[in-house]
Every structure is written in structure tokens, then in C-alpha cells.
């Protein structure tokens, strides 16, 4: 009797395990490349800020504040990821490669950035639809962030208004990096 209360009890802490890292469990090219990477396996054990960014947006001064986070929390453990859209007023209307030049050139950026995904409700890309199940909230704008924990989880969601260096922002971000 105890050896199958153990072993029910081991599959339930696997199935939970398995699903913590579910979220992430996601394939998609790195922006204006071939090469295909998977979230939950580049990206295991890390803090992740996941963001949908565009390039004509009021928002878009956004990318400096996100680079710095990464510039500054990188080595800690967060990783932010870009996931450029065109959902909202045609504000990422460029080709891939053109959204990575105008990302190197005028915000010098270095996190990772992803290809062109639709986050809107209703047809939105099948990673972001999990996010916004577990969230509570699709993207209603550009900038929207996701953060999710080093064990894939999600922690929490901030709107596209939330800056990168808001306090609520910052100490989730500090909370994620110090489990």
C-alpha cells in the first residue's frame, strides 16, 4: 500500500513537472533566419520575459529598456525574448529581415528576437494562446510581457504601458531571479 502511494504520488510530482516546462515547450525561427530553436530547451532554467514588440509603435522606445534588462539581468538568469507583430494598426508591417536591421541599428539589441507571430485573440500564434490562458489576457497592444519562471511557469503579465524598469516589473523579475 505505501509503495503505491509513493508511486502515485511521484506521477503526479512528474506530471507537474512535465507540465511546468509545457509553456515553453514551443518551436519558432529565430527572426530573418532558418534556424528553428525550442523555447523550453534553449531556454531551461532561465527567468524569461516573453514580449510581442513592433517597430512603429509609441512603445517602441521600449526596446531600450528591454535590452538593458537583459544587458543587466542576463548573467543572473533572465533571458527576454522578442516576438515581433503586426496585429495591432499595422504597426510591424516590415519583413523579417528588415524589423532584425532596424532592431540592430537603432536600438543595438541583442536579446533574442523571434519570427513574426500573430498574438491577437482569435487567431493568435498557439504559444500565445497558452500564455493568455495562464495569464488570463491576450496582448492587447504592443509590448505586452509574459514572465515566466525558471521552472516555466508563468509569474505574471504586465501591459504594454507596464516600462521595463517599473518597480512591479523589476521586483518580479528579482523574485524570479533569487528562486
Known sequence: MRFLA???????????????????DQDFRRLASDEVVNLAD????????????ASKCGNTPQYDGLEKLYSEYGD???VVLGF??????????????????????????????????TVKKGNAHPF???????????????????LIG???????????RTQPYNDDLIAEIKSALNN
Open 6 to 24: 509513493g508511486a502515485l504520488i511521484l506521477m503526479a510530482v512528474s506530471a507537474t513537472s512535465a507540465s511546468a516546462g509545457a509553456l515553453l
Open 128 to 146: 500565445f494562446n497558452r500564455l493568455a490562458a495562464d495569464a488570463g489576457t491576450h496582448p492587447t497592444w504592443n509590448f505586452h510581457k509574459y
Open 84 to 117: 515581433p507583430s503586426n496585429d495591432f494598426m499595422g504597426q510591424e508591417p516590415g519583413t523579417e529581415a528588415e524589423i532584425q536591421e532596424f532592431c540592430r541599428l537603432t536600438y543595438k539589441l541583442r536579446f533574442p528576437m523571434f519570427e513574426k507571430v
Open 150 to 160: 525558471r521552472d516555466g511557469r508563468l509569474i505574471a503579465q504586465f501591459s504594454p
Open 76 to 78: 543572473a538568469g533572465l
Open 42 to 53: 534553449e531556454y531551461a532554467g532561465k527567468v524569461v520575459l516573453v514580449v510581442n514588440t
